[in-house]
Nanobody, 124 residues
Framework: QLQASGGGLVQAGGSLRLSCTFSERTSSSTTMSWFRQGPGKEREFVAATWRTTGKTYYADSVKGRFTISRDNAKSTVYLQMSSLKPEDTAVYYC???????????????????WGQGTQVTVSS
């Protein structure tokens, strides 16, 4: 139900834009987020757009470099990644949560739908 795209290989300092489309109509009840899982690491929260206000939240590691946005008319969430670093190398997953509680926005277990993941590799 979630289809992600846009990953690839980029040099450090470069940019990539990820997209993820949900098969159902998104609304103010839908939180749309990005997580990532690096080699040998656990899945971690990257960014989210909160369901009721559209306010954005970011992990400290990407704040100021990544921008999340959404287009409800297209049921699509985007992740614009700039100033990429080798440590950003990971499989990036989009996720949709229905009626999430704000305090759990970074908890992967609270999300209802997941995309298949798209690989982002940043070379030094």
């Amino acid at each position: 139900q979630l289809q992600a795209s846009g990953g690839g290989l980029v040099q450090a300092g470069g940019s990539l834009r990820l997209s993820c489309t949900f098969s159902e109509r998104t609304s103010s009840s839908t939180t749309m987020s990005w997580f990532r899982q690096g080699p040998g690491k656990e899945r971690e929260f990257v960014a989210a757009t909160w369901r009721t206000t559209g306010k954005t939240y970011y992990a400290d590691s990407v704040k100021g470099r990544f921008t999340i946005s959404r287009d409800n008319a297209k049921s699509t969430v985007y992740l614009q990644m700039s100033s990429l670093k080798p440590e950003d190398t990971a499989v990036y997953y989009c996720a949709v949560g229905l009626r999430l509680i704000l305090s759990t926005i970074g908890n992967a277990n609270q999300y209802d739908y997941w995309g298949q993941g798209t690989q982002v590799t940043v070379s030094s």
